[in-house]
């Protein structure tokens, strides 16, 4: 009882003190809200993501996300304020909503992350990583595919930890005819290779894509990623018949139309 009135005290107290002038008493305010604060308390934090006062827009972040975390009950008012909003107050509420569960991002962000751009698709992508769903694992490899060095790396990860949460026949499926781009995100990335080596390793041979020209550069990275492996003569033979050197010519003239698009 004595920690129901304390709370409903402490309620009252950052109400009155969010009119405040004070940046100091503002903040203290907003941070009250998210220790005592109810879900329907984001009424009053709402507004304030979009203050150009970087300290009240960040504190008010961090307690409507304290809040969602708690009581979710205000998605569908977070989702209507993202309709018209500024770039900076979208990035704001796609942050917020990272607490939904991964089935609910799916849905929400599913159109998005093929239309967006800039620092809205990557913020879309940070959402969505660990999806399962091809077509959005699509989107990541689509959305890699910039200048952007932030950009592209944060979408190789999100589809590298995607194809490592699937089942091991799934992953097998779906990274097989992608092979080349899962040799470009490996090499981007850095990666220990994982998930290339079981993919190499398991793949059906027959299954995997044309051979692509690769440059030297590629060549001698491969190779000394191999060389970290267990030896697995599958995963040579696999290799050697999916990377070919680029200063090599090519029997058929329509193989040297498409080589691979590293970027360094």
């Known amino acids: 009882m004595i920690q129901k009135i304390n709370t409903a005290l402490w309620r009252f107290l950052a109400a009155k003190k969010l009119s405040s002038r004070s940046l100091p008493t503002k903040i203290q305010a907003i941070q009250l809200l998210a220790k005592y604060g109810k879900p329907e308390d984001q009424a009053m934090l709402l507004p304030l993501i979009n203050e150009r006062n970087n300290a009240i827009r960040l504190s008010a972040t961090v307690s409507l996300r304290t809040l969602f975390r708690q009581d979710q009950s205000f998605k569908q008012a977070l989702l209507d304020h993202l309709q018209n909003a500024s770039v900076l107050t979208k990035l704001t509420i796609i942050e917020i909503l990272q607490e939904l569960p991964l089935e609910e991002r799916e849905e929400i962000f599913a159109d ?13 992508v940070q959402a969505l990583k660990g999806t399962t769903d091809i077509n959005l694992l699509d989107a990541m490899l689509k959305a890699a595919d910039t200048k952007d060095l932030v950009l592209r790396k944060t979408a190789y990860l999100a589809w590298f930890q995607g194809i490592a949460n699937m089942e091991k026949e799934d992953r097998i499926q779906y990274a097989t005819p992608r092979i080349h781009q899962l040799i470009r995100a490996t090499y981007e990335t850095k990666d220990k290779g994982t998930i290339l080596q079981n993919i190499l390793a398991y793949a059906d041979r027959k299954e995997l894509p044309e051979p692509k020209a690769y440059p030297e550069f590629i060549i001698r990275y491969l190779i000394e990623l191999i060389n970290t492996w267990e030896y697995d003569p599958d995963v040579n033979r696999a290799i050697h018949q999916l990377v070919v050197p680029a200063y090599f010519t090519f029997r058929e003239r329509e193989q040297m139309q498409e080589r691979p698009y590293i970027q360094i």
């Open 112 to 124: 998005t992350i093929t239309t967006a751009t800039d620092d809205i698709l990557y913020a879309v």
